[in-house]
């Protein structure tokens, strides 16, 4: 799957699941994603990156159960170098970075205690991991990229389970008018078999480009810190 199918298959979730109902529940945390298994026998690295979250249905007194969908963008390796122009312009450098991406998206199934000021829960999630790599080169006095390609990409299903905890900063802890909390999570996601590529698995010889691909499964653990706000400010079920 290639990454304006994936893009077009993220677009069709995000307007079905925002088409069921009016969120209730949004989140966001900065986030560590762990190898595990075969994945952690190629990437000897830790990927750093940030996901987002927006359950539809929050726990509430009436029912401790939730439901939502889970987005997370990590990276898990980078390189860097400093080339000429050009073989005609050898008096001109930019740089060459190529960045190793993990995109993830999940539904989530959520139970967990609907009330109180410091509120745990479990997790249940079922999607995929799009996994690419891509090259960019940037000029000195700007931060766009003058080009940039994808070198190789793949898709992952996953799914997995999680649990966390949500601490009350402020706002009601019943009707949760005006509540933000702080969360803590963390997630262990068996992912299936995937190609991609990792530090140093891109090879430039002659003019000639050449790739080096790992094939494993994608298990991970990942771990977060970060806030969710309620959007139901209103509600008082």
Known sequence: MNFKNFILLLTVFLIFFSSIAIPQQAGINLSVAIPQGEFADQIDNLGYGITGELMILSPKPKSPFGFG?????????????????????????????????????????????????VRPYLQGLFGGSYLYTQTSVNGDYNNYDIASTTNYDDWAWSYGLGGGISILLTGDPVTEDGAIYLDFRGKYLFGSEALYLKEGAVQIEQGQVRYFPSNSKTDLISVHAGVRIALNFNSSD
Do not use: Q
């Not at 005609?88 to 139970?111: G, K, M, Q, S, W």
């Open 69 to 117: 969908i889970d987005l997370g963008y990590y990276i898990y390796g980078s390189e860097s170098r400093r080339e000429p122009w050009s073989l005609t312009i050898p008096d001109v450098f930019v740089d060459v970075n190529r960045t190793n991406n993990l995109v993830n998206f999940h539904i989530v199934f959520e139970l967990g205690l609907p009330t109180g000021r």
